[in-house]
């Protein structure tokens, strides 16, 4: 008949705040921001999707998500200076 009251076995219940995979989707589709169009938009969707998933199986409120999200790009667009990601347009054109 399927679980009502979401996941049976999601971890302790106090610990669902931010959803790690909201947090890891966040940063892909933040790091997707520099390429083209097409596979942009795809890693944005399938980011997204994952996320609602979340929400979808009662694993997570839909706050942990948008929060987990939202850290995930934040924290990817932190990192960026000491990555050297993307790659700069004198850089490639070095290469």
């Known amino acids: 008949m399927g679980h009502v009251h979401g996941v049976s076995f999601s971890g302790k219940r106090r610990d669902a705040f931010p959803s790690g995979h909201a ?3 966040g940063a892909l589709a933040s790091a997707a921001g520099p390429l083209r ?12 999707g994952l ?4 929400i979808v199986v009662l694993a997570h409120w839909t706050s942990d998500v948008v929060a987990g999200f939202a850290m995930g790009a ?11 990601y993307p790659a ?3 850089d490639n054109a070095a290469a």
């Open 74 to 84: 934040a924290l990817e667009r932190t990192l960026r200076p000491w990555t050297g």
């Open 51 to 54: 996320c609602l998933t979340r």
């Open 88 to 90: 700069k347009e004198t």
């Open 23 to 25: 947090l890891h989707m």
């Open 37 to 48: 169009a097409g596979p942009r938009l795809a890693i944005r969707a399938l980011s997204v």
